[in-house]
């Protein structure tokens, strides 16, 4: 299993970007797909994931209301779209895979993770 995150960017506060996750390579049953992020100095933070079983989202406390996550099954891709940014936002942003789970937010649950892709949000 692969994935490729991209989409990163400098955005001044209050705006948005898209990031995309794709996903390649077999995955048996039932998976979750979680966005995960991690600031200088701190340890990676779960932010979403979403559920292969039925599409069901989840979010963390400092960006619910303003991220949301979807899927395009067609393509096995998943994104993240991000508005009203911050700049505490700033982070390089992972992509992970739980096999087995149907939502999962601590990262040892996440069994294959992508290369990571830059936000950085100014003031």
């Known amino acids: 299993v692969q994935l490729q995150a991209s989409g990163g960017g400098l955005v001044e506060a209050g705006g948005s970007l898209r990031l995309s996750c794709a996903v390649s390579?077999?995955?048996?049953?039932?998976?979750?797909i979680g966005w995960f992020r991690q600031a200088p100095g701190k340890e990676r933070e779960w932010v979403s994931c979403?559920?292969?079983?039925?599409?069901?989202?989840y979010y963390g406390n400092s960006v619910k209301g303003r991220f949301s996550m979807t899927r395009d099954n067609t393509e096995n891709i998943v994104y993240l779209r991000m508005d009203s940014l911050k700049p505490e936002d700033t982070a390089v942003y992972y992509c992970?895979?739980?096999?087995?789970?149907?939502?999962?937010?601590?990262?040892?649950?996440?069994?294959?993770w992508g290369q990571g892709t830059l936000v950085t949000v100014s003031s």
């Open positions: 992970g895979v739980a096999p087995g789970y149907y939502a999962a937010i601590k990262t040892e649950d996440y069994a294959y």
């Open positions: 390579g077999f995955i048996s049953g039932d998976y979750a």
């Open positions: 979403i559920s292969s079983s039925d599409g069901a989202t």
